[in-house]
């Protein structure tokens, strides 16, 4: 079965840092790129960032560029985000997400996500 | 706000047919494909369509992706009570380099 699980999310005190993590089974993670999108509560999706299929190119959004940094693990088949100097706003479900185009990309289709872990910043 | 602009809700009884609709500019759905997710309460977004008008295997032809100019729209035929949910447009954005997500529409089967 493909499956994307993340984990590594909690409650961090603003201006703090977390590691969040996907491991993806069920294909040849090496043959995608992958994103993260996230979710505030109750609010839309919102993409974060991406990676190709051997991390040479990612990409980020306004709101997260120079505090978090994407990186993959492809003998280990994870996706990791690092996430410093975070903010209330950054309160939110993160999902990681397969791209569709296959490997050398990360904005296509997201064709497979993962159920999300929740990060909350909150002093 | 999002730079994709799409109306907060929509609503129609089953067997109608509805549209959502999704509106950006020259930068973003102008020159790049659109796609479409659904969200049912509680659960991960589902990829509905991709690439303005492809359907994923598995998906109904019920739902169907158009684009023209800087706008696109989903179509839903024979709409169903499980067709309740939230919808999403996306596309890259030339000018951000990155990708944006409209603010979604709630359906509602009436």
């Known amino acids: 079965e493909v499956q994307l699980v993340e984990s590594g999310g909690g409650v961090v005190r603003p201006g703090g840092s977390l590691r969040l993590s996907c491991a993806a089974s069920?294909?040849?993670?090496?043959?995608?790129?992958m994103s993260w999108v996230r979710q505030a509560p109750g609010k839309g999706l919102e993409w974060v960032s991406g990676?190709?299929?051997?991390?040479?190119?990612?990409g980020y959004a306004d709101s997260v560029k120079g505090r978090f940094t994407i990186s993959r693990d492809n003998a280990k088949n994870s996706l990791y985000l690092q996430m410093n100097s975070l903010r209330a706003e950054d309160t939110a479900l993160y999902h990681c997400?397969?791209?569709?185009?296959?490997?050398?990309?990360?904005?296509?289709?997201?064709?497979?996500w993962g159920q999300g872990t929740m990060v909350t910043v909150s002093s | 706000q999002s730079v994709l602009t799409q109306p907060p809700s929509a609503s129609g009884t089953p067997g109608q047919r509805v549209t959502i609709s999704c509106s950006g500019s020259?930068?973003?759905?102008?020159?790049?494909?659109v796609y479409w997710y659904q969200q049912l309460p509680g659960t991960a977004p589902k990829l509905l369509i991709y690439?303005?008008?492809q359907r994923p295997s598995g998906v109904p032809d019920r739902f169907s992706g158009s684009k023209s100019g800087t706008s696109a729209s989903l179509a839903i035929s024979g709409l169903r009570s499980e067709d309740e949910a939230d919808y999403y447009c996306?596309?890259?954005?030339?000018?951000?380099?990155?990708?944006?997500f409209g603010g979604g529409t709630k359906l509602t089967v009436l």
């Open positions: 997400a397969r791209v569709y185009c296959g490997g050398d990309c990360y904005f296509d289709a997201f064709d497979i």
């Open positions: 069920g294909f040849t993670f090496d043959d995608y790129g």
């Open positions: 990676i190709n299929w051997n991390g040479g190119s990612t």
């Open positions: 020259s930068s973003n759905i102008g020159s790049n494909y």
């Open positions: 690439r303005n008008n």
């Open positions: 996306a596309a890259w954005d030339d000018s951000l380099s990155g990708a944006l």
